[in-house]
T-cell receptor
Framework: DAKTTQPPSMDCAEGRAANLPCNHSTISGNEYVYWYRQIHSQGPQYIIH???NNETNEMASLIITEDRKSSTLILPHATLRDTAVYYC????????????FGPGTSLSVIP | EAQVTQNPRYLITVTGKKLTVTCSQNMNHEYMSWYRQDPGLGLRQIYY???????DKGDVPEGYKVSRKEKRNFPLILESPSPNQTSLYFCASSLGAGVGYTFGSGTRLTVV
């Protein structure tokens, strides 16, 4: 089973911030939180990742709660091209690199 | 351009005819992985490799083989394909633990 849970779908108005939540209540101390998105059947695209601290890059911001049991991906000014399925995963790389994707959140950006 | 290249993009084959889907990356990444994606089941990891000659099973390895003889290539081999292996396949590579995976464009395989 996936180690993360996300709402199956969300809508966001174009130009507004899209806030996508993810629950990872069983996360271990050395597991990173990663976010990817997939547009139609294209290869998933890496967005951002973090361990403890909040992170920001040119695409998005990642807010991780202090207890690390949940996180939020923020797309500051959503455009129609941000319509996609967003996946939140946890990943630890030690002697193995198993990754489990859940069903993700289907984000629809509405004009 | 940094990328993961899969070939072929589309393939229709018959049951039992061995096939290989190639994957190559030009980023000198240590980690590589194969996924399959099916409607309602999402992305599932088939095999992964953490270095040359080091491979391990993901969640759905049955019916597949892989090899990692050189860092840049990670082919997926179906020795005797069956219709239940009809799927969309993605190869991905990563520099390491603190870096995200870069995915290829996918291979849509149909086994009849």
């Amino acid at each position: 089973d996936a180690k993360t849970t996300q709402p199956p779908s969300m809508d966001c108005a174009e130009g507004r911030a899209a806030n996508l939540p993810c629950n990872h209540s069983t996360i271990s101390g050395n597991e990173y939180v990663y976010w990817y998105r997939q547009i139609h059947s294209q290869g998933p695209q890496y967005i951002i990742h973090g361990l403890k601290n909040n992170e920001t890059n040119e695409m998005a911001s990642l807010i991780i709660t202090e207890d690390r049991k949940s996180s939020t991906l923020i797309l500051p000014h959503a455009t129609l091209r941000d319509t996609a399925v967003y996946y939140c995963i946890v990943r630890v790389v030690t002697s193995y690199d198993k990754v489990i994707f859940g069903p993700g959140t289907s984000l629809s950006v509405i004009p | 351009e940094a990328q993961v290249t899969q070939n072929p993009r589309y393939l229709i084959t018959v049951t039992g005819k061995k096939l290989t889907v190639t994957c190559s990356q030009n980023m000198n990444h240590e980690y590589m992985s194969w996924y399959r994606q099916d409607p309602g089941l999402g992305l599932r990891q088939i095999y992964y490799s953490m270095n040359v000659e080091v491979t391990d099973k993901g969640d759905v390895p049955e019916g597949y083989k892989v090899s990692r003889k050189e860092k840049r290539n990670f082919p997926l081999i179906l020795e005797s394909p069956s219709p239940n292996q009809t799927s969309l396949y993605f190869c991905a590579s990563s520099l390491g633990a603190g870096v995200g995976y870069t995915f290829g464009s996918g291979t849509r395989l149909t086994v009849v």
